[in-house]
């Protein structure tokens, strides 16, 4: 199954029980004649480079991000979408995380940059990137989810693929100093109730975070998956808030300020809020509710051949971690327990699988996340009726994907 | 503290007490001025890339694979050494990987690739790419480390930097199928005692592995840290042979045998085995014992300030999980309980840090890991009592780094 590369069928196999359970499984039968020998084995291949940043095979070009060119206004304004239908496990390739930016990416000098943190405390100061890196540091391996993943289709837009679905979601390992450090360092007053963060790029994005979270896991960040913050996810200095809108994890950071009161900055009225079906407007909705996504097979691919397949998704939740993922293949009639496949862990992606025969029947595959607060994700026609349809920000319904007696797979989504 | 740009003193600050223990900072007081409005806040940046694959900063270019030119004997046997020194957390990126080639990198197309299993099984078979990645899958992260690591110190080099001392490891998560279930598929008939394992490159490297371990944990894999292999990492297909010696984890993976006994492969007998003292060799010794090192500070840095820094290193074990490390600042007469942060996983490398001053004194920093079996990294002359100076492969002794009063880092080693 792929969306990869031409449609090549498989040769039909042998259909037998094996020792992993009683999956039978198309492979095919070795006949007593040579191996082949290809021109690669054949030939000395390309030396290791030196001093070069490797880069995927060639072969995987199409592996990239994408965006909706009818979305962006202006191309410094713009989302750029993860493969998530290509993702292997639970981290998202650095290369591939997704973008949104509201004023392009700014290209800072690291020597030059500084964070500064005032307000409501003690000791007011500032942090060149030297000092910031001297202090206390953690790693945490966390998703950062745009909250405006899936909007989209609220709004009746019927995306083809789960990298336009799903794909402002992408998961690192994250590297820093625990804001809570820095906070001491300053000392809080005890009327601040309030952080704004401010960034340095042109949008000079800013947005108000309770003190609360603040001094419980959120992270300033300079390094992701291994190495430094890449370019588009705020070199060299961003917000990591666990769980919690990818907006208020701002990139490019240069300002933290303490106060009593939230700024009510532009990108937490104007936008960033979510309109009820009263005609009122909820602010501050910050957490990214429990959520899930079937990624093998998604909307675009095609099976090619019938038999067995394992179903492959990933499951997350705002609010620490996922307990339990159940499959549907029956558009939500009966529900199947996944299985969580490698570490379990907070604020992360969790990977789920569930071993699967396709024999040429429509079905419909849906997927839902139970995380441990036993909040169960919604079906669409629940998230309308509590929230209406003026909404854009945390749509975390179930997806649902047809599966065609052909073997297509569409959106069913609405 | 960098060894990355240019020395720019840090400026004197405060010292005083603060939330997260009695350590003191330095760091500035703000003055009350407007904050500077640098050039990359005053204009646009780049816009989101449309079908680009994302690159690191421009300023962080220093950070990439090198060689020991006098190495390499030919371009396509060499070895590129991942920039350890600079990992922030537990992944090392995957443009970032070392590499150890015998035969250059084959640029492998997967729609051709075939993986066959024969020899003493039921039903030998041959797989494609699209049926492999049909099977049930898991993901794990687990390191790979070069038996050579550190081994020239063996004979007496003396390395700069953490890079070459140690960078023939890195540390990713894999995805793909256990080999336990494809050898479920083709029936292991019970003579089998040993798998050989054969890559497809220009060196068509084989080695022989116990069936034990193929039945257990072996994972043949297709995915690296979210996305496809790299071509340097094996593309399209590797063995992951988790907390064994990376020589085993056939890249270009294109042949399994099944047999009663090792093949006796040049990687087997001529390489990768252990000479020891009384003139004998051991062979198939697979496991990469318990390991750890300081890589902030490490060899080739330059502590610009005195006062609170905070030691950052790896640790690691071939048999499980780490139980601990400890820290000595004196060269091994006194050892404090280094904390392990982020998560502790088998046959991973695991974070440490220990909060520091470093007040002028010349120190000799070093770490040792514990595993979860008990065993303790050893120091060198325990390493040579019991091996011998003829060794090269599995050197797993304790590393010192030199602290001068000046804050420049030297390897202590030897």
């Known amino acids: 199954m792929s969306e990869r590369r031409p449609h090549q069928p498989l040769r039909r196999g042998l259909l037998k029980a094996s020792l992993w359970g009683s999956v039978a499984f198309a492979a095919r039968p070795l006949v007593a004649q040579p191996l082949k020998v290809p021109d690669w084995t054949r030939q000395l291949g390309r030396p290791a480079g030196d001093g070069t940043y490797g880069l995927p095979s060639e072969f995987e070009k199409q592996v990239v991000r994408r965006q909706l060119s009818w979305m962006a206004r202006v191309p410094e304004s713009a989302v750029n979408f993860t493969p998530l239908q290509h993702q292997k496990g639970i981290l998202t390739p650095s290369g591939l995380h997704f973008e949104r930016h509201h004023g392009g990416i700014p290209a800072i000098d690291p020597d030059q940059h500084e964070l500064v943190i005032h307000g409501l405390v003690e000791r007011p100061l500032r942090f060149s990137m030297e000092e910031l890196t001297r202090f206390p540091s953690v790693s945490r391996i966390h998703f950062i989810e745009c909250a405006a993943n899936g909007g989209l289709e609220w709004k009746g837009v019927q995306l083809e693929t789960a990298q336009h679905t799903h794909g402002m979601l992408s998961c690192s390992e994250w590297t820093g100093v625990k804001l809570s450090t820095l906070l001491g360092e300053v000392g809080v007053k005890p009327r601040a109730k309030w952080l704004l963060a401010e960034g340095a790029d042109a949008a000079t994005m800013t947005r108000s975070i309770p003190i609360e979270k603040a001094l419980d896991d959120i992270i300033v960040a300079w390094g992701q998956n291994g190495e430094a913050l890449r370019p ?183």
């Open 232 to 414: 588009e996810q705020g070199y060299p200095l961003r917000l990591v808030v666990p769980g919690w809108e990818g907006n208020l994890q701002i990139k490019w950071l240069r300002r933290l300020e303490l106060g009593e009161q939230p700024w009510q900055t532009r990108e937490e009225t104007a936008r960033y809020s979510d309109f009820m079906p009263d005609g009122t407007a909820r602010q501050f909705t910050f957490v990214q509710e429990a959520n899930s996504v079937i990624l093998s097979p998604s909307g675009g691919m095609k099976l090619d051949q019938t038999g067995f397949h394992e179903i492959r998704g990933l499951a997350w939740s705002g609010r620490g971690k996922v307990a339990e993922v159940q499959v549907s293949r029956d558009g939500g009639q009966r529900w199947e327990l996944a299985q969580l496949e490698g570490p379990v862990l907070p604020f992360c992606l969790t990977r789920f699988t569930l071993p699967w025969r396709f024999e040429g029947q429509r079905q419909l595959l849906q997927s839902r996340c139970i995380d441990e607060t036993g909040y169960v994700q919604p079906r669409l026609d629940q998230l309308v009726a509590a929230r209406g349809t003026a909404s854009f920000y945390h749509k975390n319904a179930i997806q649902t994907w047809e599966v065609t007696n052909q073997g297509e797979v569409r959106n069913a989504q609405v």
